[in-house]
C-alpha cells in the first residue's frame, strides 16, 4: 500500500483504538523494474468512467469520455478514442466503482502508449496535480486504502 494511504488508515482508525501505541513505517527501496512512487489498483474496466477537458484552441471537442484501467493516488492510466500529446494540461472527472460522487482533479499526460496507428481507443497515463478540493483527494486515498479494488499491483 502507498505510504500516504498507509499513513492515512494508521491516523484514521489505527491511532484512536489503540492511542498509546507508537506506529512506526519502514520504506524499503524500490526495484529498478518498480519505479512508481504509488501503488495502482485496478478498477473493473469499463466501469470506472473517465471525463476529461481539454482547454487547447484548435481542438474542436473539448470535453471526451473513456475509462480508468489502473488508479493511485499520483495519478492514473485511461483510454480515450482521441490520443492527447504528452504533456497536455487536462481536467478530469473520474467516476469509480463504490464511490458516489466523481473524483476531481487537474493533471498532465505523461505517456500515450498505444501505437498511434492502431485502430480504436488509445491508452495514456497521467499524473494529478491537483483535487479541486482536500475532500476529493480524502475520498480517493480512503477509497484506494479500503480494499475495494483488491491486492495493489
Given at each position: 500500500?502507498?505510504?500516504v494511504?498507509?499513513?492515512?488508515?494508521?491516523a484514521?482508525?489505527?491511532k484512536?483504538?489503540?492511542p498509546?501505541?507508537?506506529i512506526?513505517m519502514?520504506?524499503?527501496?524500490?526495484s529498478?523494474?518498480?519505479?512508481?512512487?504509488?501503488?495502482?489498483f485496478?478498477?473493473?474496466?469499463?466501469?470506472?468512467?473517465?471525463?476529461?477537458?481539454?482547454?487547447?484552441?484548435?481542438?474542436?471537442?473539448?470535453?471526451?469520455?473513456?475509462?480508468?484501467?489502473?488508479?493511485?493516488?499520483?495519478?492514473?492510466?485511461?483510454?480515450l478514442?482521441?490520443?492527447?500529446?504528452?504533456?497536455?494540461p487536462?481536467?478530469?472527472?473520474?467516476?469509480?466503482?463504490?464511490?458516489l460522487?466523481?473524483?476531481?482533479?487537474?493533471?498532465?499526460v505523461v505517456?500515450?502508449?498505444d501505437?498511434?496507428?492502431?485502430a480504436?481507443p488509445?491508452?495514456?497515463?497521467l499524473?494529478?496535480r491537483?483535487?479541486?478540493?482536500?475532500?476529493d483527494?480524502?475520498?480517493l486515498t480512503?477509497?484506494?486504502?479500503?480494499?475495494?479494488?483488491?491486492?495493489?499491483?
Open positions: 500500500m502507498h505510504i494511504g498507509v499513513a492515512f488508515f494508521c484514521t482508525f489505527v484512536p483504538l489503540f498509546n501505541w507508537t512506526t519502514v520504506m524499503a527501496p524500490q529498478a523494474a518498480d519505479r512508481r512512487a504509488a501503488d495502482r485496478s478498477p473493473q474496466v469499463g466501469y470506472s468512467r473517465v471525463v476529461v477537458s481539454v482547454e487547447e484552441p484548435n481542438r474542436v471537442q473539448s470535453e471526451f469520455e473513456g475509462h480508468a484501467y489502473d488508479v493511485s493516488v499520483n495519478g492514473l492510466r485511461f483510454e478514442d482521441e490520443p492527447l500529446e504528452e504533456g497536455t487536462i481536467e478530469v472527472e473520474l467516476h469509480l466503482p463504490g464511490m460522487q466523481s473524483i476531481r482533479s487537474t493533471g498532465r505517456r500515450v502508449l501505437d498511434l496507428d492502431d480504436g488509445q491508452r495514456m497515463a499524473t494529478f491537483s483535487f479541486s478540493s482536500p475532500l483527494a480524502s475520498r480512503k477509497h484506494l486504502a479500503s480494499g475495494y479494488f483488491g491486492p495493489e499491483r
